[in-house]
Structure formats: structure tokens, C-alpha cells
């Protein structure tokens, strides 16, 4: 029986935080059985949302929960602010849109790279919660 790791946060207050919940990403996953390429789709997802947490709301938190079941691993997490939260979600959503001259590729990007995305703002609180999801792959008895 697989033993779930606990849940972590890391406070989203500076550059450096960024590379800590990019690592704490990549270090669960691991923990919990996912391969080096889904490692790096989580940590980039997760450096994206955290990035957009300084630019545009300064501090928020990023948390990480093993949600495996006996048939899937599943790592998710969620990115909250209390900013002022994302004018247009469906603007904000489409290749090419930023409000910040940036490539405009973040979110729609992160939507990309996760098996669930999901996103709620409003002034005040913006939550993104994304997952990576696998089958179990079954354990040969030796």
C-alpha cells in the first residue's frame, strides 16, 4: 500500500520562493512516482503561476497535496493570492494576451502542461488549482 506524502506550502513573498515550490514540486512528484519528464512539466507550471503571484498580487502561497487513489498517482496544486485578482479569465486564457507585454503564454501554457486545470478570481483572491495525473503502474511480485 502506497503511504501519501503530506501536504506541503511554500509562502510566495520573493524571487527565491519561486525555486523553492518549483523544487518542492519536482521533489513530490518524484516521491510519489512520477518520471523526470512529468517532474519538469509540474515544476514549469508551477514557476509560472508563482511568477505571476509577484508580478501582479506581490505575496501568495503555493500548496501541494498527494491525491493518489489505489489506481492513480496524482500530485496537485494550488496557487492563491489575495490581488487584484484576473479582469477577463477568458482573455486571460487565449495564446497572445498579457497585461503585462509579456508572450502572453503563461496560463494558457500551464493549461497545457497539467491533466486538470482550474481557475477562480476575483478581487481579492485569485485560486489556480492544477494537476498531474497517472495510472498506477502495478508492481511486479518478485
Given at each position: ?15 527565491p520562493d519561486i525555486v523553492q515550490a518549483r523544487t518542492t514540486a519536482r521533489r513530490m512528484a518524484a516521491g510519489i512516482g512520477f ?108
Amino acid at each position: 500500500m502506497h503511504s501519501q506524502i503530506p501536504s506541503e506550502s511554500v509562502r510566495i513573498l520573493s524571487p527565491p520562493d519561486i525555486v523553492q515550490a518549483r523544487t518542492t514540486a519536482r521533489r513530490m512528484a518524484a516521491g510519489i512516482g512520477f518520471g523526470i519528464a512529468d517532474q519538469i512539466r509540474l515544476a514549469t507550471a508551477v514557476s509560472e503561476l508563482t511568477r505571476n503571484v509577484l508580478q501582479y498580487a506581490g505575496i501568495g502561497v503555493c500548496s501541494f497535496e498527494d491525491a493518489s487513489d489505489g489506481t492513480q498517482i496524482r500530485l496537485r496544486a494550488t496557487v492563491e493570492d489575495n490581488g487584484p485578482g484576473i479582469l477577463d479569465i477568458g482573455m486571460a486564457m487565449k495564446d497572445g494576451f498579457s497585461t503585462s507585454h509579456g508572450l502572453g503564454a503563461g496560463l494558457p501554457g500551464t493549461r497545457r502542461l497539467m491533466d486538470v486545470f482550474y481557475i477562480e478570481s476575483v478581487p481579492g483572491l485569485t485560486r489556480i488549482i492544477i494537476t498531474l495525473e497517472r495510472e498506477r503502474l502495478l508492481e511486479s511480485s518478485k
